[in-house]
């Protein structure tokens, strides 16, 4: 198995959208992923030259959100996503950025233990974030990754 970490290309746009409505209830339009190319710092992961994750994140000043992360539902388990997360935290820890911050669903334990054992710390819920399976809402558990200590030596 070959993996390798790359930009997310406009050339990727048919294999991410596939990707994002495979593991996203409600996937971004193609549109919205054109913008997202355009505006925010976008990686793939490929397996053996297919796409196989992807993570969008935007950056203001020295924090970021993760938008977006996924991994083919095939290939979920096998450690990639944490390849992924990984190369996210360290292209922002290069770019001086201090914090990471991103929502996940409340429902969603494989993702929450994959921030954890990252290091994200939980942080917070929004009740009724995201928009639920049977029409209602679903809350939103909030997490940070401290990347860089703040240069005064005292946490904001």
């Given amino acids: 198995m070959t993996v390798k970490l790359r930009a997310l290309l406009g050339s990727d746009i048919h294999a991410v959208l596939a990707l994002d409505n495979a593991t996203n209830p409600h996937p971004w339009s193609h549109a919205q992923w054109q913008q997202a190319l355009e505006a925010h710092d ?3 992961l490929d397996r053996d030259g297919a796409l196989a994750g ?3 994140t935007n950056t203001v000043l020295d924090e ?3 938008l977006l992360i996924a991994v ?3 290939l979920q388990r096998q450690g990639l996503g944490t390849q992924l997360l990984s190369a996210v935290i360290n292209a922002l820890r290069s770019r001086d950025v201090a914090k990471l911050f991103l929502e996940v669903r409340a429902g969603n334990a494989a993702a929450q233990a994959l921030y954890a054992k990252a290091g994200g710390l939980r942080i917070g819920l929004r009740k009724d974030y995201y928009p639920g399976a049977d029409g209602g809402r679903e809350d939103a558990v909030n ?3 401290t990347l860089h200590a703040p240069s005064n030596g005292t946490e904001p």
């Fill in 64 to 66: 970021a959100e993760l």
């Fill in 54 to 56: 992807f993570a969008v």
């Fill in 72 to 74: 083919d539902p095939a």
């Fill in 143 to 145: 997490y940070a990754f």
């Fill in 42 to 44: 976008c990686i793939a």
